[in-house]
């Protein structure tokens, strides 16, 4: 039973305008969220994280907003450069009492058109 | 910049082999964890370790073993692979007080 979902496998954006990659996940207990980002033949990198206890995270370019009562988090790219075309994934982890044990989504893969 | 070391990058191999996917970190991490990712999947844990001689299965079976005998060294093996093994295997650490997990470059497994 996939406990994070992200249910759009692929997203085109035009560069400069704003890109919105979305998630949702089924586990109340999770109490951090994390957007990992992954280029071809490498492994994910961290981008952005945001705790249970906030509903907002802004570092640069980008920007997580968490919805708990939806169950629904989302990560904001704005501008849209070329550059940000990867895979990203989103994660949720249950926590250092649990390992950090983390649970993936499939990925959306972001397509940013110059 | 996380500094996590995962060899080979690429390993294609025949069925019944025995086959050691390396992995090191040079961060001093005590957690360390293997995933396994199929093209357009998610990824699933299959192993994670909480420091030296502790090693436990993940949420997804596997019929790899893992050892961590030193803190920065947590190879993956299959003793007899099969081509159901192909995947992408991509091992993560983590500090001790710390959320995030840094990912190596992975393993790209083809059995044949």
């Known amino acids: 039973d996939q406990q994070v979902k992200q249910n759009s496998p692929s997203l085109s954006v035009q560069e400069g305008r704003i890109s919105i990659l979305n998630c949702d996940y089924t586990?109340?207990?999770?109490?951090?969220f994390l957007w990992y980002k992954k280029y071809p033949a490498e492994g994910p990198t961290f981008l952005i994280s945001?705790?249970?206890?906030?509903d907002k995270n802004e570092d640069g370019r980008f920007t997580v907003f968490l919805n708990k009562s939806a169950k629904h988090l989302s990560l904001h790219i704005v501008p849209s450069q070329p550059g940000d075309s990867a895979v990203y994934f989103c994660?949720?982890?249950?926590?250092?009492?649990?390992?950090?044990?983390?649970?993936f989504g499939s990925g959306t893969k972001l397509n940013v058109k110059p | 910049e996380a500094d996590i070391y995962q060899t080979p990058r690429y390993l294609v191999i025949g069925t019944g082999k025995k086959i050691t996917l390396e992995c090191s970190q040079t961060?001093?991490?005590?957690?360390m964890y293997w995933y396994q990712q199929d093209p357009g999947m998610e990824l699933h844990l299959i192993h994670y370790?909480?420091?030296?001689?502790?090693?436990e299965k993940g949420d997804l079976s596997s019929e790899s073993t893992v050892s961590r005998i030193r803190t920065e060294h947590f190879p993956l093996t299959l003793e007899s692979a099969r081509p159901s093994h192909t995947s992408q295997y991509l091992c993560?650490?983590?500090?001790?007080?710390?959320?995030?997990?840094?990912f190596g470059p992975g393993t790209r497994l083809l059995v044949l």
């Open positions: 993560a650490s983590s500090g001790r007080y710390q959320e995030t997990q840094y």
């Open positions: 961060m001093g991490h005590d957690k």
């Open positions: 945001i705790s249970s206890i906030k």
């Open positions: 994660a949720a982890s249950l926590g250092e009492y649990n390992f950090n044990k983390f649970y």
């Open positions: 370790s909480y420091g030296v001689n502790s090693t």
């Open positions: 586990n109340s207990m999770f109490d951090y």
